[in-house]
């Protein structure tokens, strides 16, 4: 017989409510048959704050694990051997302190070992890619070129101390969600790994011959929609053109350092709250993309759930995933063969095409000065931006076919979702108070003198060129908390708020007559209020989730609305007072970390604190029926939820509920 291929390392995304009952559900998931961990951090976490701060109210514990200090480390991988594991963190402006505070628990698991040789047996991946969080996913923190510093400096200390760490994973994932065509996940993917080489290597932190062994170490982190022979392409595409680059560009002899190195989460995006049992059958597909091309096949696969798009999964949604590719590495023969595309006119000929275009545009990339200079000038967001909207168009005209959503919508009733409520799982209401209540028992125990001392330290490293891993490692074991190491590279920093796409964005090319009649009626609705009907469009809290918010603000404004869109972030406070400055006829929010019910009671209050009580506001995200009714109970106008793909038809709905609000016929 055939000897098979190794399987990919087998990872679920997850992390939720507390270090401990994330804990609880990794051992969970290693019993049964998971060979690597996958964390997710909570949205203080990933953005660098405690849960004391105003601006995590809501978000602690909510789409990942809250880890605010060293204490909760230890918590999250009790009884987890970090030295034998091996461990992805989805983190990325706070990726530093993460690894200093994982590398820290490691240490004390293992007392007998020195900490360089702790060090040493450590293998994993910190995602660390701050780019893609300015274009797409938001929880970026500090301005480019000291974001790029940070990653800079991670690498470079890891390829001395942690030989066998991916410091990095170039995310391709989120501008697939953010409306990314193949040719540009591909050109942008890759123009990030080019400013995050050229980075390492102005440093002069890593030797000529030690540069070889950083570009082994880059991993990337891609997304796998469901057509699936074009995924494929797209894969053995990158695989080409990263041996190219890294050849061409960086000199690389050794084949094993230019391999194209790969994790992947196969489409979220896809998947849908109408009919979620065919998310499946999506998942499946998508994960053949990235499995069955030998030569370009994922070194890692984390699969989503199936009811993903209606809230939080369950233990028992997340092994259903498990199972997928359990079923396809062990009963199939996928893993007996050579690459079965090898020879292929069809696939070699779409790879080519794939190649041709993702160089073009990482040479119009490259001329304006890099991916650095493509963020802060907006053009890399306006092109999501535009991709993004022109995918949404040709699913609302049926030109692309979603079943369940745009086409065979009839169903008959589904048992995995007969009981909503309980076909997700809640996060733990206590997780907030939990988290408060843990960060003051560790401030109360640890030496306030030693933090503030390694905190000073760190504040002069930041200000020279020296590498900030030694001084964040000693805030680590000194016991700051990652709100306080954040804070103090704010100070040092400063912060920055990226461009958000939507000004330039190119909306809706033609005007078909149902965008012309919400156009009429937008038009005709606001010379009966006396001028221009205005939307705001604010996203309250830390969800930088902001794809939804954007192709609302682009239609609205094709709809004829005068768009009010400050980009993600915002306090309540904030957008109710853009909502008084603009005077505004409609507030709409967009959040999809799960926090709806904090932090829209907090505008609804802070709307008629300011006399705009009747002012409507809808609401959008992934947010469950219970929640809707609720939200609906306390004055919220409409919600609408990821079933509610037509834009143009809620465009129409905000005009309904502006003239019901001015009592309008």
């Known amino acids: 017989m055939t000897e098979k291929d190794r399987p990919w390392v087998m990872r679920t995304y997850a992390g939720h409510s507390t270090a401990t009952a994330s804990n609880a559900l990794y051992r969970g998931n290693l019993a049964k048959g998971q060979t690597g961990l996958s964390v997710a951090f909570d949205l203080p976490t990933q953005t660098g704050y405690d849960p004391d701060s105003p601006l995590a109210r809501g978000e602690v514990g909510k789409v990942g694990v ?5 204490g909760e480390m230890r918590k999250l991988f009790a009884e987890i051997p970090l030295t034998s594991m091996n461990t992805s963190m989805t983190i990325n ?6 690894l200093a505070l994982y590398q820290v628990v490691a240490e004390e698991q293992n007392p007998e070992l020195t900490p360089e040789e702790v060090a040493g047996q450590l293998a994993g991946t ?10 797409s996913r938001g929880t970026y923190v500090f301005p480019p070129e000291h974001s790029l510093r940070l990653i800079g400096d991670m690498i470079s200390y890891t390829v001395h101390q942690i030989p066998k760490w991916n410091p990095i994973n ?7 969600e953010a409306g990314a065509t193949p040719t540009q996940e591909l050109a942008y993917a890759l123009c990030t790994a080019i400013a995050v080489l050229d980075q390492v290597k102005a440093s ?5 011959e030690d540069f070889e062994k950083v570009v ?3 991993s990337f982190f891609v997304n796998a929609g469901v057509r699936f022979v074009e995924e494929t392409c797209k894969m053995r595409a990158f695989v080409e053109l990263w041996d190219e680059i890294t050849r061409e560009r960086y000199g690389v002899q050794d084949p094993k350092m230019r391999r194209f190195r790969y994790g992947v989460q196969v489409n979220s995006l896809g998947l849908t709250e109408a009919q979620p049992e065919n998310n499946v059958q999506r998942i499946v597909l998508e994960m053949l993309g990235v499995t069955l091309s030998k030569n370009a096949r994922a070194r890692a696969v984390q699969l989503p759930a199936w009811n993903e798009a209606l809230g939080l999964p369950r233990p028992w949604d997340q092994q259903w995933s498990l199972r997928l590719q359990q079923v396809l590495a062990f009963e199939s023969d996928l893993l007996e063969y050579e690459d079965i595309f090898d020879g292929s006119k069809v696939i070699e000929a779409k790879v080519a095409e794939l190649v041709e275009g993702a160089r073009a545009e990482i040479d119009r990339v490259q001329a304006m000065g890099g991916a650095i200079a493509a963020v802060e000038s907006g053009y890399m967001k306006q092109a999501l931006v535009s991709a993004h909207a022109a995918r949404r168009a040709r699913i609302e005209s049926g030109e692309e076919k979603v079943v369940g959503v745009n086409v065979y919508e009839t169903t008959e009733p589904s048992p995995l979702t007969a009981d909503l409520d309980a076909a997700i799982m809640a996060a733990d209401p206590q997780a907030e108070q939990s988290a408060l209540a843990s960060v003051a028992e560790w401030k109360a125990q640890r030496d306030e003198a030693e933090v503030a001392a390694a905190l000073a330290a760190l504040t002069e490293a930041a200000k020279t060129t020296d590498n900030l891993m030694a001084a964040t490692l000693a805030a680590a074991r000194a016991g700051a908390t990652t709100g306080e190491w954040a804070g103090t590279l704010r100070e040092v920093f400063g912060e ?8 330039g964005a190119v909306g809706s090319a033609e005007a078909g007559a149902e965008l012309t009649a919400v156009r009429e009626r937008v038009r005709a609705t606001g010379e009966e209020l006396g001028g221009r009907l205005r939307l705001l469009v604010g996203k309250p809290g830390l969800d930088g989730h902001s794809n939804g918010a954007e192709q609302v603000a682009v239609r609205a404004r ?4 005068e768009v009010i869109y400050q980009g993600i972030r915002l306090t309540p406070e904030q957008i109710v007072s853009a909502a008084v400055a603009e005077d505004v006829h409609c507030v709409g929010l967009s959040i999809l970390s799960g926090s709806h019910m904090e932090l829209v009671p907090d505008v609804l209050d802070g709307l008629k604190e300011a006399g705009l009580g009747d002012v409507p506001v809808i609401v959008g995200g992934i947010i469950p029926d219970s929640d809707g009714r609720r939200l609906r109970e306390l004055g919220v106008a409409a919600v609408y939820t990821p079933k509610d793909f037509g834009l143009t038809e809620i465009m129409g709905g905000i005009v309904d509920v502006i003239r019901r609000a001015h009592d309008l016929a």
């Not at 809250?66 to 060293?70: E, K, N, S």
């Not at 402006?93 to 993460?98: G, I, P, R, V």
């Not at 920055?496 to 000004?503: E, Q, Y």
């Open 66 to 70: 809250p880890v605010p200090h060293l």
């Open 93 to 98: 402006a706070t990726a530093m302190w993460l």
């Open 126 to 135: 910190t995602q660390n890619d701050i780019i893609k969080e300015y274009l």
């Open 170 to 176: 170039i995310c391709s994932y989120h501008l697939q």
């Open 204 to 208: 002069g932190q890593v030797s000529e």
């Open 216 to 218: 082994g170490r880059i």
């Open 496 to 503: 920055f708020r990226a461009p958000t796409g939507v000004g």
């Open 558 to 561: 094709d709809a004829g609305f």
